[in-house]
C-alpha cells in the first residue's frame, strides 16, 4: 500500500505537467487523444488477468493492433504510467515488465493535490527528521 500511495501522490502531484508535455508531443507526432484511448485498451486488454509483459512483448503486440511500435510508442507507455493504468511489474532474467497498477497493487483512491502535498511533506520530515522548511523546499 506504501509503494502505492507514493505512486499515486507523485503521479498527482505531476499530471498537469505531464499533461502540457503530452500537448506538445502531440503536435510534434500528431497523436490524438483516440489514438491514447486505443492504445490504453490494448495494453489494458493485453495484461489484464495479472499478466506481465516486457517492453519488446507490448511493442509487438501494439505493432500486430496497427498502433506505432517505432519511438512514438515510448509516448503510450508513458501516458499508460502516467494515467496509473501501468506500473513496473517483476523482473523477468533481465527484462523490465509492466503490469496493469490495479492488479499489482490494491486500488486506493487519488489525493487532492492538497493532500498529496500533504502526504510528501509528512513522509519527507518523518524521514529526514531533524528538518526544518528551509530543507523541504527545493
Known amino acids: 500500500p506504501c ?3 507514493l505512486y499515486i501522490v507523485f503521479t498527482s502531484l505531476s499530471l498537469a505537467q505531464d499533461a502540457s508535455s503530452k500537448t506538445k508531443c502531440n503536435k510534434r ?5 483516440q489514438m491514447y484511448d486505443t492504445a490504453n ?4 486488454d493485453m495484461l489484464s488477468g495479472g499478466k506481465s509483459l516486457a517492453k519488446q512483448q507490448i511493442t509487438e503486440r ?3 493492433k496497427g498502433l506505432p511500435s517505432d519511438t512514438v510508442f515510448m509516448n503510450f507507455l508513458e ?4 494515467e496509473a493504468l501501468i ?3 517483476p523482473e523477468v532474467g533481465n527484462a523490465h515488465t509492466y503490469m ?26 518523518r ?3 531533524p528538518a526544518t522548511l528551509d530543507d523541504f523546499c527545493w
Open 62 to 64: 501494439m505493432a500486430e
Open 29 to 33: 507526432v500528431s497523436l490524438s487523444e
Open 100 to 125: 496493469l497498477l490495479d492488479e499489482r497493487v490494491a486500488p486506493i483512491p487519488l489525493p487532492t493535490k492538497d493532500e498529496a502535498l500533504s502526504i510528501l511533506a509528512r513522509n519527507y520530515f
Open 87 to 89: 506500473c513496473s511489474g
Open 3 to 5: 509503494i502505492k500511495l
Open 127 to 129: 524521514s529526514h527528521a
Open 79 to 82: 501516458n499508460a504510467e502516467c
Open 41 to 44: 485498451q490494448h495494453i489494458y
